[in-house]
DNA sequence: CTGAAAGCGCTTACAG
DNA sequence: CTGAAAGCGCTTACAG
């Protein structure tokens, strides 16, 4: 075993003081140190493979250059892909990511909060579940910056980067209206969660505007505290009284399950029914006919999402008005609507 | 802002040491400390809401509790469906994951891994990029406990939890010549990687074993170095030559590459061609023909991982035999082979 | 049964 | 230009 090398053990082999070491490979005070002393100090540290210890440093600079990334739910696509985008963005500046799942629960959600907390994340980017307004006042409190994305609270002051939710939907209906499509129904979750609301909000004007009379019967409402097994009843009851002739399904995990349940049936698309959804996902190309579906940008959320954020680990103490941010979304239409 | 709360400020709040309310919360010691003293300290930390420095605790018991895992591929469903199982089981020893994805670059995974050490990460569940037996190396070299899962390296005797690569591919290919089918191709990477090999392997044994002769021109190899378009053209190509009557891709993203391809030229499975891959994800379903896939048994390889890594840090120089698991797999037969 | 003190490996004012 | 020393918030032999 090659013992792991110490600030210390530099020091005593380049004849210095460990401040000096510090110093140096931190690239502090750069114009009073001597270059001789530097550049030997460098070479050293080099040789004997010599990495700082992180937790130290953490501990003497209270900061980690970790986030906390928080999202609604690992296995849903839209995850992985903002996590993924997030991880290379926030290397940029030397930040790690810690991710976590809350799977929509409220406790989970408090949990895996402090557990973070406790490990002393420089801040939280999260994709907040329901009713978690009084956690994200209680990261106020302790004054860890946090920014939200995907979802946000409409009451609240908090930095949020979003889509046009509304709008996005309002423009997918619209579209099955232009098409001709009659009878539309919408895939959603009931939530008090707002990104949703707007989806059916979106939804249920551009059914008016149309001059049609809106229907309950065409709003297929599912529960995120539901199993997976429910939901897929649910849907699967649903789709089956064939009182649709065009679906808008306002999730892509609700769009993935409601094609499954498609094939089950043997409904065909767009033939016995259009169908558009949220998110780019495997699903587009992957089904037999290639899907209508709102193109979020992700990169654009995960990239401002983390510049945000070091923004205000690095200015702490500096209260700023909140950081808004609603995005466009794209509209992308191939043949489930055709 | 309400202040972090220390150690400190419990036992100044007690009227006790410090070490004494370390000893308490951490139930050291339990056996002669004074039971009204420890139900006072645990009251008056839990009121003051004290929940202690992780960093410091770290840096002082040289543990971190946190899991380094590393992936080849971050978008694969199979790194994110195994890193969701990894989280959750290491949750129950408290142990916090920290993820990252190489994609399958060497330079990226040295790079990653070094992170991770700096970190002091506590071990790690690595699934391993080609050619990168020397990092594994050097971190037995630092005593860091790892475990591979999904590849392994033959000659190596590090721990790892496989499943039996050939054996699946030889079932598939099998299953395949029993149907009917003449002309059974492979999409599969050409690498070093061990596991992809012997599912290559399995497929040629499995034809040879049926009495055909082997034919180099039923084989589309792909380069794991190659952008998703190069790769996808590459593809695109091999199915438009038609020079076979069903198609084992055996990896889980060239089997959903293929099968957009198959969308896209209107190759109909399984009357055109039939189809099976490796892993349950949503294409399954989602695909007009349910997909004959093989299933590997997620759970237990994450299961397994942790608490062979766990038991590993627990008795980090007691050299013991490696652990080398190798599991089975399920065969799932559906629509897309029928 | 409890406390004073050292130390984990760094950084950083301060003194010279 | 450089070093001695304090301190981040814990844990843990050791002494009593």
Redesign the pocket.
């Known amino acids: 075993m090659s013992k ?5 053990d530099v020091a005593a082999a380049a ?9 140096v ?2 690239a ?2 750069v ?5 001789d ?2 550049k030997k100090i460098t070479e050293i540290a080099k040789d004997l493979g ?1 990495y ?2 992180q937790i ?2 953490s ?4 900061k980690t250059y970790t986030i906390g990334l928080m999202l609604g739910d690992i296995v849903n696509p839209f995850s992985h892909q903002i996590a993924r985008i997030i991880e290379d963005e926030a290397k940029c500046y030397d930040y790690a990511v810690i991710a976590g799942s809350c799977d929509e629960d409220h406790e989970r959600s408090k949990k895996l909060m402090e557990t973070f907390v406790n490990r002393q994340v420089d801040g939280f980017i999260i994709v907040a579940a329901s009713d978690t307004e009084n956690q994200l006042a209680y990261l106020e409190e302790l004054d860890i910056p946090f920014v939200l994305i995907d979802r946000y609270f409409p009451e609240k002051n908090f930095d949020y980067i979003v889509i046009d939710n509304y709008q996005a939907a309002y423009t997918a209906v619209s579209h099955l209206i232009e098409k001709g499509y009659q009878k539309i129904a919408l895939v959603n979750y009931e939530t008090s969660l707002a990104h949703l609301k707007d989806r059916t909000l979106g939804y249920t004007q551009a059914i008016a505007d149309s001059g049609r009379m809106h229907d309950e019967a065409s709003i297929c409402s599912l529960s995120m505290q539901d199993n997976p097994q429910e939901t897929k009843n649910k849907i699967a009851q649903f789709i089956k009284n064939k009182n649709y002739d065009a679906i808008f399904a306002a999730t892509n995990t609700l769009g993935i399950e409601t094609l499954k349940q498609f094939n089950q049936l043997h409904i065909r698309v767009p033939d016995d029914a259009a169908f558009v959804c949220f998110d780019e996902t495997d699903a587009v190309d992957l089904f037999y006919a290639k899907l209508t579906h709102i193109r979020q940008p992700m990169q654009a959320i995960g990239n401002l999402a983390v510049q945000r954020l070091i923004h205000k680990i690095n200015h702490v103490y500096e209260p700023e008005p909140p950081y808004q941010v609603v995005l466009k979304s794209e509209f992308v239409i191939n043949e489930s609507s055709g």
């Open positions: 792991k090398i110490r600030i210390k004849g210095v003081s460990s401040a000096l070491v510090s110093y490979l931190n502090r005070h114009d009073r140190i001597n270059k002393t530097a010599y700082p210890n130290a440093k501990l003497k600079t209270r």
